[in-house]
């Protein structure tokens, strides 16, 4: 009875004093305890602070295209590309960011310092926006519209792209940083980690969805220096209270430059090219799986796949180096082939990022010309940019209806713990999204209908007769196609980069948002110039009532299609790397085993 206790004692004991398995540290690099550290405990710090950093990206956003046309008197064209452009690089900066947390800073550090240009930034364009004389005066019937002054444009646009900046160390490490929160070693801890990035992009559309409301609300109606002020002030509480969960992080160990043994592959591939790759594996250099644990990375078997063969050239050991110092590792090398493999992938959800400029962009303008009463109601107004809003409900609807029905759904059929692939649910996103053009399509052709029977093509002010929940149909099945879409990237970029470049790897998914921004502008530019010649009438004018935006929907429509072909074939080819816990092979035992406090 005696003894039983004892055992009952030390086995709890053992539990409350293991230590995670995926080799996790605490600040200063020291092992941590599962039970008191990471999950999702952990999380919650992580998390209020991107709902902040959400509530601050849609508060500007979604309404930057009517502050530029309104208050700096920017036309339709440039300010829309100006948006795109700033969006294209605040999502391809976390490449950046990636760079210097997998190689130099590690993440909590590059986000602390990237959070804090953030705010300055965010303080900045307050100001821009608050003091009258960072601004033109405003547009009078007998003066006109006075631009901008260089000054007053520099002083906004520095502002802007600060917060440029500084998402490029956080939204390339927030993620991630939570995710490694989650052993994977641990069966709870795994099953947690598989709903988390679901609950993560539902704090990010929370976030925004206040955003787009409330604080576009406050811009329009009140100040834009109140709102700006706001969101201000909510990034520093949530800095504060992500500094307040740091005895509670998990943390891994450095790894060295990624970019570096990716470098050193393919030079070695280079000097090694007349050779030709064993047939057997096992004459290829890799050192013992024990000294990769000891460093935190996971060792990668082999892969036959004739694909990237060619890259086994350079773990092909040389007479000459003695010492190994020169040739790559196994390991080394099918960590380059998952990131070249992921490449396909991320060029196929580059034309659907394009789709994403459109609500900031065009869709708020199209909105900004219909009638924006709420019901018989004349004395308010929907601010045109939180039509985006319903884009953002639907994405939370869609977020909690995928995780708690339709996973445990597709689980019964599939056996996939998560339901469907990754690429699967990206799929289905980009499914959604062509459907989406051709309703858009059909709404602005009714859109352009009314303007004719009403004689209104020439008035760039007039408000249409046609209320503005005719654009509720795009704006709601949009938010379903993204968040299939974005929550199957951010997914599967992170899972299939392997673990010791999955800040890089998480990149991808953002760099795709900020490519795609960047040819969303080009597109914009090219299309506007090419229809604008030889005395055409350009499709898309400063005067919506006068364009042809239905033209250039069905012109991104048929992109999308030729896109998705593009991308099936990517996707039936590609295959999945294998999970961590099955790296270590026969090893696992002797490299992973359980460390537990004396």
Avoid at 118 to 136: E, F, I, K, W
Avoid at 315 to 333: G, M, P, Q
Wanted: aromatic letters at 12%; glycine letters at 8%.
């Amino acid at each position: 009875m005696v003894g039983d206790q004892v055992c009952k004692m030390k086995s709890k004991e053992m539990k409350e004093t293991e230590i995670a398995l995926d080799r996790s540290v605490d600040l200063k690099g020291r092992p941590i305890l599962r039970e008191k550290t990471g999950g999702l405990k952990a999380c919650s710090f992580i998390v209020g602070y991107e709902f902040c950093e959400r509530l601050a990206f849609g508060g500007i956003w979604a309404n930057l295209v009517i502050y530029l046309t309104t208050k700096l008197h920017e036309g339709t064209v440039s300010a829309s590309r100006n948006v795109t452009n700033w969006t294209g690089t605040m999502w391809i900066m976390p490449i950046l960011g990636a760079y210097i947390a997998d190689s130099h800073w590690g993440r909590y550090w590059t986000f602390i310092v990237f959070s804090s240009v953030y705010v300055v930034g965010m303080a900045l364009l307050t100001l821009a926006v608050s003091l009258p004389s960072l601004r033109p005066p405003d547009c009078t019937p007998n003066e006109g519209c006075e631009s901008a002054p260089n000054l007053q444009a520099a002083i906004f646009y520095c502002g802007l792209y600060l917060l440029a900046v500084g998402a490029g160390g956080t939204k390339s490490n927030i993620s991630t940083f939570g995710a490694d929160q989650f052993d994977d070693f641990n069966p709870k801890e795994k099953i947690q980690k598989n709903s988390f990035f679901n609950w993560w992009m539902f704090a990010i559309f929370l976030g925004t969805l206040f955003g787009k409301t409330f604080l576009i609300y406050i811009e329009d109606s009140i100040s834009w220096g109140i709102s700006y002020g706001t969101i201000t002030a909510a990034l520093i509480i949530s800095f504060i209270i992500f500094l307040c969960g740091t005895p509670l992080y998990r943390h891994k160990l450095q790894a060295g430059s990624p970019l570096q043994r990716m470098g050193r592959v393919i030079a070695r591939v280079a000097q090694n090219w007349k050779l030709q790759p064993p047939s057997n594996p096992s004459q290829l250099f890799e050192v013992e799986a024990a000294e990769y644990a000891s460093k935190g990375r996971y060792p990668i078997a082999h892969t036959q796949a004739r694909v990237l063969r060619y890259l086994d050239k350079a773990a092909i050991k040389s007479a000459e180096d003695i010492t190994n110092t020169r040739v790559s590792t196994v390991t080394e090398v099918e960590e380059t082939k998952l990131m070249i493999r992921l490449l396909p992938v991320w060029l196929a959800t580059i034309i659907p990022s394009t789709m994403e400029t459109l609500i900031g962009t065009l869709f708020v303008k199209q909105a900004a010309t219909l009638d924006r009463h709420l019901g018989n109601s004349r004395s308010f107004e929907i601010p045109a940019a939180s039509t985006s809003a319903f884009l953002t409900l639907s994405m939370l609807i869609t977020t909690v209806v995928y995780d708690r029905i339709l996973v445990p759904v597709f689980r019964r059929f599939t056996g996939n713990p998560k339901g469907i692939t990754s690429l699967q649910r990206m799929g289905a996103g980009m499914v959604i999204q062509i459907i989406v053009m051709g309703i858009a399509i059909a709404t602005e052709v009714k859109r352009l209908d009314v303007i004719r029977d009403h004689g209104l093509q020439n008035s760039s002010k007039a408000i249409v007769p046609r209320s503005i929940y005719t654009l509720i149909p795009q704006f709601a099945l949009l938010g379903t196609a993204d968040a299939l879409l974005d929550i199957g990237k951010i997914e599967f970029f992170y899972d299939q980069a392997p673990e010791s470049m999955q800040s890089l790897g998480t990149s991808l998914y953002t760099s795709s948002l900020g490519v795609g921004s960047f040819l969303g502008s080009f597109l914009l530019t090219i299309v506007s110039n090419i229809t604008g010649r030889r005395g055409h009438k350009g499709w898309i004018l400063n005067n919506l009532n006068a364009s042809r935006l239905d033209y250039y929907y069905a012109f991104l429509a048929v992109l999308n299609v030729l896109n998705f072909i593009f991308f099936s074939f990517i996707s039936y080819c590609y295959r999945y790397k294998r999970e961590t816990t099955e790296a270590f092979g026969k090893d696992a035992e002797k490299a992973m085993e359980t460390v537990t406090l004396s």
